[in-house]
Nanobody, 115 residues
């Protein structure tokens, strides 16, 4: 059974940085067709933040381009999101997502950016 476990969230001041990690277990490394980070702020819909696909391509939300970087350690089956120059608008629960025919979600990690 596939599990996605996020870590690295927390409280940070505006302009600060955080790195989120998502470890995938229950499936051999390098077998997900895509992995991504989503976020959901209170009262808002869940939105794609950044995605990485099997061909190595990446996709970012316009609001995070130039500030966030998605990366993947295929051998460790771990996805990362390096977040820099954080803004209060980045405050949300961040979720890891993985796809392999099925869609899997992590439990989420809270990121709070104070002004």
């Amino acid at each position: 059974q596939v599990h996605l476990v996020e870590s690295g969230g927390g409280l940070v001041q505006a302009g600060g940085s955080l790195r989120l990690s998502c470890e995938a277990t229950g499936r051999p490394p390098n077998t997900f067709s895509a992995m991504a980070w989503y976020r959901q702020a209170p009262g808002e819909e869940r939105e794609l933040v950044a995605g990485m696909y099997a061909n190595g391509s990446t996709k970012y939300a316009d609001s995070v381009k130039g500030r966030f970087t998605i990366s993947r350690d295929r051998a460790k089956n771990t996805l990362y999101l390096q977040m820099s120059n954080l803004e209060p608008e980045d405050t949300a629960v961040y979720y890891c997502n993985a796809r392999s025919g099925w869609v899997y979600w992590g439990q989420g990690t809270q990121v709070t950016v104070s002004s």
